[in-house]
């Protein structure tokens, strides 16, 4: 993390720690006050364009600062905070785990950042951005879960046998839930559509982020997937919201649990690593999935480095 001190005088033994002297203004620095909601919008557009934004807050409030060091996770640009209390600056150092890339202070809480900046904290590179892994994991139990809002995923284009969406209750351990298009003797085939699992659940998206299922809407676009991987996009046309009864399927992988909660019914469909649809309603503990795992934590869907507790 860098130091930034506003331009004075008289700074004292310490000035080797600082890397800036702030005048108000620089070429490779934008400024961004953040009053209102808006405010935070206009910050996350500038990012990808410019090296630095340079964020004052009227009221210190942490979201904000989490929220564009996630926008800006694998970008160019980096983030600044402004601060003038000492206790902001360990709000600044955490957020997100990782921090901010500098902090703007005055002269008279040099001492203090560097006490604590070097004692207490070492900030680490941003993580690169790791494909997610099919992974083989093994059934535990098959329990209800009521009723509950289960959501049908109708795209605007057809999949094919062996693809689906990867969805799940922990977004580091997605099942791959097969699409409709498997006929039976009692429902035809609907090659367009996911039964893709409770309200609550992730879904994986096509630009790698996450989304609940309840924030899907038409024109999104979610990553299709197939046990060994392959991933391709398909444009959410509608979503198909009805209760219905549920299962929470628990799984074991590398000794850890995970779960997702689908509707009961023959046409959900889990997929075995060879690629085979495994109905919900005919699975058993023991029975193989393909699980993708992602190990990083997620800031409203993005992927940090970071550590997270799911269950």
Known sequence: MQIWVE??????PNQHSISRLWTGSSHDVVEVSIDVPSDQD????LIGLVPWILVRCSDWTM????????CSRGTQTRIAAAID??????GAAFALGGGVDAILIPASLLNKAIKFLEDRWTKEDPPENIAIDPRE?????LESAGVGERVCIDLTRRITEGQGAATGSISGKLCLIH????????????????NAGAIHSYILMADGKTKYMSELETGDEIAILSSPGNIETAVVGRLKIEMRPLLVVRFEISGEEGQAVVQQAETVRFVSPTGTAVSVTDAKAGDKITVFTDYRVRHMGIPLDGRMVEK
């Open 137 to 141: 994991a093994r059934i535990i139990s």
């Open 63 to 70: 979201i904000p600062f989490e929220n564009l060091i996630a």
């Open 179 to 194: 699409g409709e298009t498997i006929s039976s003797e009692y429902v035809p085939n609907r090659p367009f559509r996911i």
């Open 42 to 45: 206009e910050a996350i557009s």
């Open 85 to 90: 209390k000492e206790i902001e600056i360990s």
């Open 7 to 12: 331009n004075e005088e008289n700074l004292g």
